[in-house]
């Protein structure tokens, strides 16, 4: 974790570790300073569950600024690349709003469908509200001008008898259309840096499903610092999908803690958590045999119809894949330790899977065949 935080202290030209561990409160407030900082310890986070519990990610996901931290760790981006871009984020962030302008609530015990109807009846030109997170079923985050935030928690408290709202002490009202004009600015600074081509799937904040091409990343994140964050609707796919563990990498249990207010049974683990980092370090996690693993994907990829009718683009995208898990196969065939060809080859096919049209429940069957048939028999 030092290495990371002197790394991340020359990069930014401040020392970043001493004002994480000795800064006043205030100061770490300033989200000039804060965004650079969650990202820098989550990337940290990363290495140490990575060295020490020894499990790959099959997703990365991160929760509007941790979706940097996320495509960092996935490799999308370089350490001192996502740096410099979240120090600007942070910046334009900062700029975008007065002081005291903006406000952002959690609203609990409402409908996602009556926040957005009453943001969008008290919204006019003397003060904007949007839905600025949707989290899970149970929370919605709202944002904007202050006095227009204000009006829509108390009118939704006065509409239901379980309504709540929290001020949450951030400092801009972040995700909403008064950030518009730091997002389009933040769009052309991104023209200055390198995204990098990876096999690991990283989960959009704007969609809730993963980035299918590296073309898309750019836009896409800076449209997120004025857009809805789509949480809900990640944790939805990654249900789809049959994933039901999750690793929060990072400063406290918050992603955690909305995993309680999801109506799926899913278990999160807090990196921050003495208690879940011990216990995620006495799991046994069964490995698999790359080389079957290979070889269960290229039969999968040939025994599994195409579901519906395809279009020319799609066939062509299906036939492409299906010859990358030959030539996996054929090279995992001349080397020891083939487990960067297997997480590949398992990458391609959830890719061909959903390609070909197969519903959630049919790929989760699929993955669990999997599980049985190339598990190394002499591990628990």
């Not at 990098?196 to 800076?222: F, H, M, Q």
């Not at 299906?318 to 990358?324: D, H, S």
Request: overall charge neutral; glycine content about 6%; hydrophobic content about 40%.
């Amino acid at each position: 974790m030092r290495r990371v935080f002197e790394e991340a202290s020359e990069v930014l030209k401040y020392d970043l570790k001493r004002i994480c561990f000795e800064g006043e409160t205030e100061q770490l407030a300033d989200t000039r300073i804060t965004q650079p900082a969650i990202v820098t310890l989550s990337v940290a986070a990363y290495q140490i569950f990575v060295n020490e519990v020894g499990i790959t990610p099959a997703y990365y996901a991160g929760h509007s600024l941790g979706e940097y931290s996320a495509l960092c760790c996935a490799g999308v981006i370089r350490f001192d690349d996502m740096l410099r871009l979240v120090q600007v984020r942070g910046q334009l962030m900062y700029e975008a709003v007065e002081a005291g302008t903006g406000l952002m609530q959690a609203i609990r015990g409402v409908g996602i469908t009556s926040i957005y109807e009453a943001c969008e009846e008290v919204s006019d030109e003397s003060g904007l509200v949007t839905v600025a997170n949707v989290n899970s079923n149970n929370q919605v985050v709202i944002s904007g001008h202050r006095s227009a935030v204000i009006k829509v928690s108390e009118r939704l408290q006065q509409q239901f008898a379980r309504a709540s709202a929290i001020s949450l002490q951030v400092g801009a009202p972040f995700h909403s259309p008064l950030m518009v004009r730091a997002a389009q600015t933040f769009r052309k600074e991104f023209d200055k840096y390198t995204l990098y081509s990876t096999d690991k799937l990283v989960i959009s904040n704007l969609t809730g499903l993963p980035y299918r091409r590296s073309s898309e990343l750019k836009t896409a994140l800076a449209s997120q610092i004025s857009a809805t964050v789509q949480w809900k609707a990640s944790m939805d796919f990654f249900t789809r999908q049959g994933i039901d563990r999750f690793v929060e990498l990072g400063p406290g249990t918050t992603l955690r803690n909305l995993f309680k207010n999801t109506d799926n049974d899913l278990r999160c683990y807090a990196f921050d958590d003495p208690g879940d980092l011990a216990e995620l370090k006495r799991m046994k996690w069964a490995p698999l045999m790359p080389s079957q693993v290979i070889s269960w994907c290229l039969a999968t990829a040939v025994a599994t119809p195409n579901r519906g009718q395809q279009s020319e683009q799609s066939l062509t995208a299906i036939t492409n894949m299906y010859k990358r898990l030959q030539t996996l196969k054929k090279r995992s065939e001349k080397i020891e330790n083939a487990q960067e060809e297997m997480i590949e080859a398992i990458t391609v096919i959830k890719q061909m899977m959903m390609e070909k049209g197969l519903a959630a429940s049919v790929q989760c069957d699929i993955f669990d065949k999997l599980m049985q048939e190339t598990t190394d028999p002499g591990w628990v």
